[in-house]
C-alpha cells in the first residue's frame, strides 16, 4: 500500500491512535498490549469483544534458558480495549505450526470434520511458560500467517463488503492484489492451512478479508500491522461511502405510504369491524 495512506491524517472514518513516544517506552508483550488496546478503543475498528491480536516474539525457555519464537495471542474471552498482559495466551512456535503434521494425518480434513474439534485441546501441550491462559479458536489464523505481527478484527465497513452477494468482486475492486479474499469458513486448522497457501500464492498481499466475518492485516513491524488493519478498514468505509444510494440503496419504497385522513379512515374503519367481531 502506498506510503502516505500509512500515515496518521489520511484516514478518513477510523481513529488513529497509535503514539510512538507511548509505543516506544515498551517492549515485547507490552508493545502488543498497546497496539491491541489501541485497535479496541475504536468501535469502528472492531466490535465489542470481536478481534483478536497476536505477535511472534523471542523469549528465553525457562527450563533449557535457550531463545525459543513464542506466539503470544490475545486469548479467550475478554476485549481487545481493555486486554492486559495476563489476557494473552502463549504458545511455542514451532509446537503449534508442528500441529500442522497431526492435522494432515487425518485421512478426512476439512471445516466440518472430528479433526477440527480434536485440534483443539492439542494447544495445551504448545503452551509457554505454564501460561493458563485459554487460547482461541482463531489461532491457526495467527499460526501460519508468516509475519510477526497480525490483527483479526470483526469492523462493520468490512463485513458489510464480506457480507455482500459480491463479495470476492467488491473485495478485488476496493483492494486489488493487495488484500486476499477467503469465502467464509468456521474458523480453525483448515482455514489456517488455507490462509497459509494463499499468502505464498499472493506475495504481494498485506491482509485478508474473510467472508461474512471480517479481515486480517500483517506485517513485521507492529505499527505498520496496526496502520494496515486501520487502512483496510478505511478504505471498505469510503467505497461504501462513495457508493451509497440514500433511500434507494434497498431500492426504494415498494410501496406508497397512504395519506394519513386514508390511514385514519381505515384504522377506524377495522376497529369498528373489531368490535362487532367481538
Ligand atoms: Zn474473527
Known amino acids: 500500500m502506498s506510503a502516505p495512506a500509512t500515515k496518521e491524517g489520511s484516514f478518513k472514518h477510523v481513529k488513529y491512535l497509535w503514539r510512538d513516544e507511548e509505543a516506544n517506552e515498551l517492549s515485547g508483550v507490552d508493545r502488543l498490549v498497546y497496539r491491541s488496546n489501541q485497535l479496541g478503543a475504536d468501535l469502528t475498528l472492531t466490535n465489542t469483544g470481536g478481534g483478536n491480536t497476536s505477535s511472534k516474539l523471542i523469549e528465553m525457555d525457562p ?14 474471552g475478554g476485549d481487545l480495549r481493555t486486554a492486559k498482559r495476563d489476557g494473552f495466551a502463549s504458545l511455542y512456535l514451532d ?12 485421512p478426512e480434513r476439512g471445516a466440518k470434520t472430528p479433526i477440527e474439534d480434536a485440534m483443539y485441546p492439542m494447544y495445551s ?7 493458563s491462559r485459554a487460547c482461541s479458536i482463531d489461532t491457526p ?16 465497513a468490512v463485513i ?29 486448522f483448515d482455514i489456517g492451512l488455507k490462509i497459509e497457501q494463499l499468502i505464498k500464492d499472493n506475495p504481494k498481499a498485506k491482509g485478508i ?3 461474512h466475518h471480517g479481515m486480517s492485516s ?16 478505511d478504505r471498505a468505509a469510503r467505497y461504501i461511502e462513495e457508493h451509497a444510494r440514500g433511500d434507494k440503496t434497498y431500492g426504494g419504497p415498494k410501496a406508497q405510504l397512504l395519506a394519513e385522513t386514508d390511514r385514519k379512515r381505515i384504522q377506524a374503519l377495522q376497529t ?6 367481538g
Open 218 to 233: 500483517w506485517s513485521n513491524d507492529d505499527k505498520t500491522c496496526y496502520e494496515t488493519a486501520l487502512e483496510i478498514i
Open 141 to 156: 489464523l495467527h499460526t501460519f500467517v508468516p509475519y510477526g505481527h497480525v490483527d483479526h478484527l470483526h469492523p462493520n
Open 209 to 211: 478479508l474473510l467472508g
Open 272 to 277: 369498528i369491524r373489531g368490535h362487532r367481531a
Open 95 to 106: 509446537k503449534v505450526r508442528a500441529m500442522k503434521t497431526l492435522y494432515l494425518s487425518s
Open 125 to 131: 501441550h504448545c503452551v509457554f511458560n505454564l501460561n
Open 63 to 76: 527450563l533449557t534458558k535457550e531463545s525459543v519464537q513464542v506466539l503470544w495471542l490475545k486469548g479467550s
Open 160 to 188: 458489510a463488503i464480506a457480507a455482500s452477494v459480491n463479495q470476492e468482486k467488491l473485495c478485488r475492486e476496493i483492494y486489488g492484489d493487495e488484500v486476499i479474499y477467503v469465502p467464509w469458513q468456521r474458523p480453525g
